[in-house]
Every structure is written in structure tokens, then in C-alpha cells.
């Protein structure tokens, strides 16, 4: 059974930086675009940044310039480093992937959620 675990979350100050690491496990085949959603309290899920397998990048206007996904192929894992960071950024940052199991077909996964709050 395939999971995403995300860690890296946590308390800081206007400004600061914060990194959050998503580590996929079990039985996977192969992994396509990996992606950051975030939900704030009251508000909808929305998309953060998106990687590809080849490594190509996208992000929301709102963390142009701060933000930066990364993965790590070998290790199933996609990062993302948060700078300059806003109270608005305040919320439960997910991890999904569009991966593929050894016995399955395609799908769309996604991790537990660490939450990222920032505040003086």
C-alpha cells in the first residue's frame, strides 16, 4: 500500500523559512507530477506548486519567487522550500502524486497534511 508522508511543518515568524519534505513508500512503479496544495481555515484547498517527472515547474502567483519544489527520483520524494514567508501562508500543506503501483493502474494520492503557521 502506497502512503505520502509530509514533515517539516511548524511555528514561525514573519520572514522566516521553513522546509517541508513529502516521502512516498510501498509498492510504486512510477511517479508522474508530484504536487503542494495547501487549506487555509475557512477556505478551499488550493494548488501550491506542481513538479514533473523531468523536473519542470509551476507555481501559484501568490509564492512566486519564495517558494521552491524540488524532487528527489531516487528517494520518492518531493520538497519544498518556503522563504520569505507571510501570515497568509498560514495553513495545512498537503502533498499528492500521480503515481502508479506495481498492481494497480494510475492514481492520485495524497499525504496526511503538516501544518505551517506564521505568526510574531
Known amino acids: 500500500q502506497v502512503q505520502l508522508v509530509e514533515s517539516g511543518g511548524g511555528l514561525v515568524q514573519p520572514g522566516g523559512s521553513l522546509r517541508l519534505s513529502c516521502a512516498a513508500s510501498?509498492?510504486?512503479?512510477?511517479?508522474?507530477?508530484m504536487h503542494w496544495y495547501r487549506q487555509a481555515p475557512g477556505k478551499q484547498r488550493e494548488l501550491v506548486a506542481i513538479i514533473t517527472s523531468g523536473g519542470s515547474t509551476n507555481y501559484a502567483d501568490s509564492v512566486k519567487g519564495r517558494f521552491t519544489i524540488s524532487r528527489d527520483n531516487a528517494k520518492n520524494t518531493v520538497y519544498l522550500q518556503m522563504n520569505s514567508l507571510k501570515p497568509e501562508d498560514t495553513a495545512v500543506y498537503y502533498c499528492n502524486a500521480d503515481l502508479r503501483e506495481f498492481d494497480t493502474g494510475w492514481g492520485d494520492y495524497w499525504g496526511q497534511g503538516t501544518q505551517v503557521t506564521v505568526s510574531s
Open positions: 510501498g509498492s510504486i512503479f512510477s511517479i508522474n507530477a
